[in-house]
Every structure is written in C-alpha cells, then in structure tokens.
C-alpha cells in the first residue's frame, strides 16, 4: 500500500513529458555550454513515460547501435548460434600429398586466431598429409561483397587502430599485429606478434626525452611496404621515449597477405611443404560444394560474443554480427551444423556473389532483417539508418523512442538475462567501469555508451529511488562535448533517475535550460 501511495505522489510531483528538464541536467548543460537543443531524452518506467524531451528526432547515436544489432541478433540468430572456420578441399591423399587446394573457409568466426588455426592445421596434418600440390585458397564468399574494407576511405586518422577494423568473413586476429617496443637510451627494439612469412618491421622512428606515458603523442602513421622477393617491411613512424616499453596492435597488412602469410608460416611450422607448381600460392575463391572438411573451428556462443561487443564497444566484433544478420540464419536450437549461408555464393563453386545489385549485398539484407524485426515489434523505423550496427559511422540515426522502444523489448525478450548482462554495469566494469561512483547507481544501473567527436550517448536500464527499473536514453550531438562536458551531462541524468522517487528528487524542482 505504501509502495503504490509513493508511485503516485511521484507522478503526482513529475513534470509533464517534453516540457522541461530536470534540474541537475539542466544545470549541468549550461555549465557546459552546450545548447538545449542537441540534447535528446526519453525515460520509461513500464508504460509511463517519466521524461520526454525532443524524444521524437533521429540522432547520432554513436556506439548505442550496438544495442540495436545484439538484440536483434539474439532474437533473430538465437542464443547457440556460433560462427565457424572450415578447412576443405576436393582433392585425394595420395601417398602423404593433397592432391588439390586446401580451401580456408570464413564463417563470421569471431574467436578465429592464429593459435586456432595452428591447431586445424595440425588437424590435417594427423591425418597424413605432408605436403599439399595445390594453390592455399581462402574462401570469404559469406559476406558479399567479399571485401568490404577494398577503397573505403579511412573513418579517421586511425585507421591501422583496432576499433577501425571493417570485418570480412575470414579475419584471423583481427588482422592485427602486435608490435612491442622496447627503448634504451640510444635503441629501439622491435618485435612483432605473430610471425607472418617473409614480413618484417622496422622503425623510422627518433628517441626522445618524452615521459613513457605519454608515448601515444610521437606516434604517426605506420605503413606496410612492399619489397623485392615478396617481402613486406612494417615501418613504424614518429617519435618513441627513451627508456620505455610498450605494446601496440595495429591493422597495416593486407588482410590478405596477413592470412595467407600466417597460414604459410604456420604450416611450415608444423613441418608441412607444398608440392607442384602452385607451390602454396595463396589465392582468393569458393569452396567446391562437394568440398569435404578436414578440420573447423567454432566460436563462443552469440550471448557470450555480445559481452564483448556491448562491454568493450567493440566495433568488429558488432560489424561482424551485423552482417551475420544478412548471411546466416540461426542454428537449432540443440546442437549444430555446417554452415548455412543466405547468399548466392553456396550455388555453384564457380558462382561469384551479385555486387551488382545494392539490395542482394550482405549489409543491405541485414538492414533489412533489422528493419522487420523493429516491424514485429512495432517499432516505427522512419527515420531509422544503420549502417554497419557498431555505431561507428557517421550515417546512422536513431530515435531516443525507437531505442526505447528496443529496450522495452528487450526487458520482455526471452533471452533478456542475456541481453542484460551484455551490458556495463554502472562504476563496475566495461566503458562505465569509472563512472557514476557516488551514484546510487553504480553497481545497479547496465548502460550502454557511445562516444564518438561530436556525439556522447548513453542508454539501458536504471533503478530508480522506488526500486522500479526504468529505460534510460540520450544523446547529445554537438561539438561542445569534449573535454566530459557532454558525458557529464548524462552523468547527471542517469544519476537523476536513479534518486527519482526518493525524499532528494521530490524536494528539487525541474528547470528548463537557459
């Protein structure tokens, strides 16, 4: 009785929807000079629409996308979907030498590593095969086109960092390389993870008096350069402290030159040769359909897959699901199978995909599975645009009430305990692991962020001071967010919600921002 007596005092005391904001924000916007108007709000509690404010216009949502993709996916691909990595081929053993090419098959495998493929390679190699008479074909047919990364310009000044990478269907490490440097006081030491066939890395760069821990400031653009003999020299530019080690990935070798290279060098490895006049010559092409597998790998499960994405914002990881929408569907519900793909590369092994047509592309039907799966749930998609589904873009828009009415869904899913705990906790781990620590809610409220120059959002679920969970999103696009302006001003609203209801929030009064 008392509970229900406090819920309506507070609607009692609640401005109405879309007239003003709370307070704290309010206050906080002006602080830091950012207008009234690039802010968009919505909050919900149940049925209720607490705050409402420009709710209705679509906006920049930076990497709360991830949201849309990850719980698209668990609803639409399901919870025991995986990808998976094959090696195939059509040709017989005879006498220790395939006689035929050994097929590398990509699947969306989003846990495909250089020591993953070492063990399927060993995986061949029990089964009696020395040396191999054909060509090393890699086959990233699922995803159409093949390769979407090929004369995209750069998002920004980064482009050999992580959070860059454009997926394919057969990424092995991400496509990175991990260099580690190591300075005296008159050398630089460099090594590089893993070892790729016949690539080096060198440096151009000067030693300096700079503290170690500001080592990222000398750091200029690497590149990979060809050499005579099919070598590759990975030159490393700028400025590095004397006195300092350190640890970096970067994306500068051709995805593939890197795959082949490492599929080279790891058979070698493993004692393995090559035969014929091919002599392991890495090509692009289609598994035969009567291809028979010699060894896969399969990923983690898709709840586990979105831990990371949702977590660590991590922009590959949600493009490659996001595209997985448009080229798999889902597993069964028990067990697993051979992959099966949606594109028109599996009809014959000489069919190419159809890059002609713009509505046949891989990202075009994930958009499109999106878009009916929204329409399932009601969700008006005017105004909507997703892009690649990481955020990570400068094209896609959302409504604060279409993402709103997405985390409505996903409290109702059945799969929400995995949707929710895909996402940070508040002051406890992943992109909100240091924020909101004096707040009630840290260690309650799960909120998604996203940041990019001139976009900070948040969005999730927010407990508020009566114990009931609210949904919580906003965004703000302006060029005024820098230096957490603009995260402070979500701070503030998340920090809002999460005392609304308590003796604090019904004594303080809204405001609308000057």
Same mark, same amino acid.
């Given at each position: 009785?008392?509970?229900?007596?406090?819920?309506?005092?507070?609607?009692?005391?609640?401005?109405?929807?879309?007239?003003?904001?709370?307070?704290?924000?309010?206050?906080?916007?002006a602080?830091?000079?950012?207008?009234?108007?690039?802010?968009?709000?919505?909050?919900l509690?149940?049925?209720?629409?607490?705050?409402?404010?420009?709710?209705?216009?679509?906006?920049?949502?930076?990497s709360?996308?991830?949201?849309?993709?990850?719980?698209?996916?668990?609803?639409?691909?399901?919870?025991v979907?995986r990808?998976?990595?094959?090696?195939?081929?059509?040709?017989?053993?005879?006498?220790?030498?395939?006689?035929?090419?050994?097929?590398l098959?990509?699947?969306?495998?989003?846990?495909?590593?250089?020591?993953?493929?070492e063990?399927?390679?060993?995986?061949?190699?029990?089964?009696?095969?020395?040396?191999?008479?054909?060509?090393?074909?890699?086959?990233?047919?699922?995803?159409s086109?093949?390769?979407?990364?090929?004369?995209?310009?750069?998002?920004?000044?980064?482009?050999?960092?992580?959070?860059?990478v454009i997926?394919d269907?057969?990424?092995?490490?991400?496509?990175?390389?991990q260099?580690?440097?190591?300075?005296?006081?008159?050398?630089?030491?460099?090594?590089?993870?893993p070892?790729?066939?016949?690539?080096?890395?060198?440096?151009?760069?000067?030693?300096t008096?700079a503290?170690?821990?500001?080592?990222?400031?000398?750091?200029?653009?690497p590149?990979a350069?060809?050499?005579?003999?099919?070598?590759?020299?990975?030159?490393?530019?700028?400025?590095?402290?004397?006195h300092?080690?350190?640890?970096?990935?970067?994306?500068?070798?051709?995805?593939?030159?890197?795959?082949?290279?490492?599929?080279?060098?790891?058979w070698?490895?493993?004692?393995?040769?090559?035969?014929g006049?091919?002599?392991?010559?890495?090509?692009?092409?289609?598994?035969?359909?009567?291809?028979?597998?010699?060894?896969?790998?399969?990923?983690?499960?898709?709840?586990?897959?979105?831990?990371?994405?949702n977590?660590?914002?991590?922009?590959a990881?949600?493009?490659t699901?996001?595209l997985?929408?448009?080229? @798999?569907?889902?597993? +069964?519900?028990? =067990?697993?199978?051979?992959?099966?793909?949606? &594109?028109? *590369?599996?009809?014959? %092994?000489? /069919?190419?995909?159809d890059?002609?047509n713009?509505?046949?592309?891989?990202?075009?039907?994930?958009?499109?599975?999106?878009?009916?799966?929204?329409?399932?749930?009601?969700?008006?998609?005017?105004?909507?645009?997703?892009?690649?589904?990481?955020?990570?873009?400068?094209l896609?828009?959302i409504?604060?009430?279409?993402?709103?009415?997405?985390l409505?869904?996903?409290?109702?899913?059945d799969?929400?305990?995995?949707?929710?705990?895909s996402?940070?906790?508040?002051?406890?781990?992943?992109?909100?692991?240091?924020? @909101?620590?004096?707040? +009630?809610?840290? =260690?309650?409220?799960?909120?998604?962020?996203? &940041?990019? *120059?001139?976009v900070? %959002?948040? /969005?999730?679920?927010?407990?508020?001071?009566?114990g009931?969970?609210?949904?919580?999103?906003?965004?703000?696009?302006?060029?005024?967010i820098?230096?957490?302006?603009?995260?402070?001003?979500?701070d503030?609203?998340?920090?809002?919600?999460?005392?609304?209801?308590?003796?604090a929030?019904?004594?303080?009064?809204?405001?609308?921002?000057?």
């Open positions: 009785m008392f509970r229900r007596i406090a819920l309506a005092l507070l609607f009692a005391w609640l401005p109405p929807a879309q007239a003003q904001l709370p307070a704290p924000v309010a206050a906080t916007l602080a830091g000079g950012i207008a009234p108007d690039a802010l968009s709000v919505l909050v509690r149940g049925d209720a629409t607490l705050l409402s404010y420009l709710a209705e216009r679509p906006m920049q949502p930076a709360t996308m991830k949201l849309v993709t990850t719980l698209v996916a668990l609803e639409t691909l399901g919870p979907f990808g998976r990595t094959e090696l195939r081929s059509s040709g017989d053993v005879v006498k220790g030498v395939l006689k035929g090419d050994l097929v098959r990509g699947g969306a495998d989003a846990d495909f590593t250089g020591a993953v493929l063990t399927m390679l060993q995986t061949v190699r029990n089964t009696g095969v020395k040396r191999i008479a054909g060509n090393l074909v890699l086959d990233r047919s699922l995803f086109p093949a390769r979407l990364d090929i004369g995209q310009a750069p998002f920004d000044a980064a482009p050999e960092a992580y959070y860059n997926p269907a057969l990424l092995v490490n991400k496509n990175m390389l260099i580690d440097m190591r300075s005296s006081a008159k050398q630089l030491q460099l090594d590089m993870q070892m790729l066939d016949n690539v080096t890395v060198t440096s151009a760069m000067t030693l008096d503290a170690c821990a500001r080592w990222e400031d000398g750091w200029r653009l590149h350069t060809p050499g005579p003999g099919g070598r590759i020299t990975v030159v490393l530019h700028g400025s590095f402290p004397k300092c080690a350190q640890a970096y990935s970067i994306n500068v070798v051709d995805r593939q030159q890197y795959v082949g290279r490492l599929l080279r060098a790891t070698k490895k493993l004692g393995g040769g090559f035969a006049e091919a002599n392991g010559d890495v090509i692009e092409g289609i598994a035969a359909p009567d291809a028979r597998l010699l060894a896969e790998h399969v990923s983690r499960a898709l709840p586990e897959v979105i831990r990371d994405i977590k660590l914002s991590d922009n990881l949600a493009r699901v996001f997985s929408l448009g080229s @798999l569907e889902a597993d +069964p519900v028990l =067990g697993s199978r051979p992959l099966t793909f949606v &594109t028109a *590369a599996t009809t014959a %092994a000489s /069919a190419a995909p890059t002609t713009t509505t046949n592309t891989t990202q075009a039907r994930a958009d499109m599975a999106v878009r009916a799966w929204m329409r399932r749930h009601g969700i008006d998609d005017a105004g909507f645009v997703i892009d690649n589904g990481s955020g990570l873009s400068r896609e828009r409504t604060p009430l279409q993402l709103g009415a997405l409505k869904a996903g409290q109702r899913s799969w929400a305990p995995e949707f929710l705990a996402m940070p906790i508040v002051a406890v781990d992943g992109t909100m692991r240091r924020r @909101l620590k004096d707040s +009630p809610a840290a =260690g309650h409220a799960r909120m998604k962020t996203g &940041t990019l *120059a001139n900070v %959002a948040i /969005a999730g679920y927010v407990r508020d001071g009566l009931q969970q609210c949904v919580v999103v906003a965004m703000i696009n302006s060029d005024q820098g230096d957490g302006r603009g995260r402070a001003v979500l503030a609203l998340v920090d809002w919600v999460a005392r609304l209801g308590s003796e929030t019904r004594e303080a009064s809204p405001a609308t921002p000057q």
